[in-house]
């Protein structure tokens, strides 16, 4: 059982990071041509409706799948399979009314909601998304069911579907409706997140009535015991998923009010109006989105980790606990530092690579990139502890943590934007702090209450070498091509460099080893080639 389930983290972990990004780089590569076609003006209406959207979504979606998941899990540990499936079929309940709720809410206020905020014409828009909001919590109980079970396929094909088709018929759809107004076209490139929802349930669906029979089939004999009773399933549900959903709303509400600190700081040492409103786009519309990428790979340890971690703590094996408590982290710096290192090298060369046509713009963002970039590997931390937390039933933990993290930013944000040596920077160092606070009292949290002790020389030492080793070499490269082929090709080439000689530095100094890998059935292949490749034919 023990092996079974450590594979099984690293490989859903993997396999969940991998679909996640994806779905991150499908996103990014949409906005692009979007813009193009639908202008200023169009994308307005687009971005009225849609944080509306996401703020909606994310109370719907974003705890109860995990708070099924560990219910699902700690159920099967006990053998009690026929009870896991009341809790899914209790969660599926719930969640289709929090999605007919908030779908009619988006719709049946949509012409209140927009004239409050002065852009009448995104109704359409809000038209557009109302029944993605109906149909995507039902697909997150049905994701949160399997990830309980600890397959994390269904999970990740469906997030590919739904992306996928989000974004080929919203763009699709943008181009057909042009022609009536850019209001219509916005509407239209919204709507594919409604269309993309609706296919990824199709597909969640059949991947759970395929997979009923060998469910039901473990079921226990039914003993004629008292059942659970509804009311205490959806208590334990909702006690679980309400402190992750407040957690998962803190940042957005600290981004939020960065918008009137960063620039009330910014005219209160000179710069006017305009010029702070542009130094602030270029830290949250340029720098920003591109922090956000590695994201997708590092919070899929999180919810890979909080399925195994419940079972083994319903089985009493602390020992397994620590492993994977240890694991996580190690997997989280061998993803975060590498990003964070190689983004803090490049990251002029990447604004320039990501935005051509605003030069001046760019090479000044890069500094805010650059800023942000130890960001990505404390998040990452985080993120693997925050998991570990809500396995073994503490998750307000990492709230309070967070919170905690981010009342410190408000105040180094206030403090440091006010610094005209560091401006719009300061927001930056503001983000890395509170990830600096939340990740150690994580790791505190997780020591405490599980008894893990960290090997540091593993899980952030060896990491940070071969990610500053990486990062150094990424540097040389883009310095020494960029003379000839310019610096889109040679950011790219330089990238592509790095991820070799990195996956060849982790291997050389047994950061991971060819057992470790030899769980994850895909990447059996990358074992045999690094067995060639680094010599002694040893990794």
Known sequence: ??????????????????????????????????????GDDGMGYYQTAYPIYIALLTIATTGIPTAISRMVAERRARGKYRESFRIYRYSLLLMACIGLFTGLVMFLFAHQICNYISEP???????????????CPVISSIRGYFQGQQNMVPTAVSQVVEQIFRVSTGFVLAMVFLKKGLEYAAAGATSGASIGGGLALLYTAIAFWRKKPALMAEFEPDTGEPKLPAGKIFRELLSIAVPITLGALIMPI????????????????????????????????????IINMP???????????????????????????KQNTQLS??????????????????????????????????????????AYAPGIALLAIHQALSGVLQGIGKQSIPVRNLFIGAVVKLIATYILCGIPSINVTGAAYGTVITYTISALLNYLSAKKYTGVKLDFMLCIVKP??????TGACAWGVHKLLMPAIGNGLATLVSIGVAVIIYVAVVFLTKTITAEELKGIKKLEKLVKILDKVIPGGKI
């Open 329 to 370: 982290v190690r997997y989280a710096s061998l993803v975060g530092m590498p990003c964070a290192v190689g983004i803090f090298a490049l990251a002029q060369p990447i604004m320039l690579l990501l935005y051509p046509l605003q030069k001046e713009a760019a090479i000044n963002a890069a500094s805010c990139l650059a």
């Open 121 to 135: 014409n995104a109704v359409w828009c809000m038209y557009s998304l109302a029944p993605a909001l109906v149909v």
């Open 464 to 469: 940070l070498f071969a990610s500053v080793v």
């Open 254 to 289: 600290i981004n939020t009010m960065d918008t009137v600190v960063v620039k009330t700081r910014l005219i209160s040492i000179g710069y006017d109006q305009v010029t702070a409103r542009s130094l602030f786009g270029q830290l949250s519309g340029m720098a920003s989105p």
């Open 1 to 38: 059982m023990e092996e079974r389930n450590k594979k099984t983290f690293v490989g859903g972990a993997a396999l969940l990071g991998v679909a996640g990004l994806l779905s991150k780089i499908l996103g990014a590569c949409f906005r692009i041509p979007l813009a193009n076609i639908i």
């Open 295 to 321: 994201d997708a790979v590092t919070a899929a340890v999180c919810m890979s980790l909080v399925p195994v971690i419940a079972d083994a703590k319903l089985r009493g094996d602390t020992d397994f606990v």
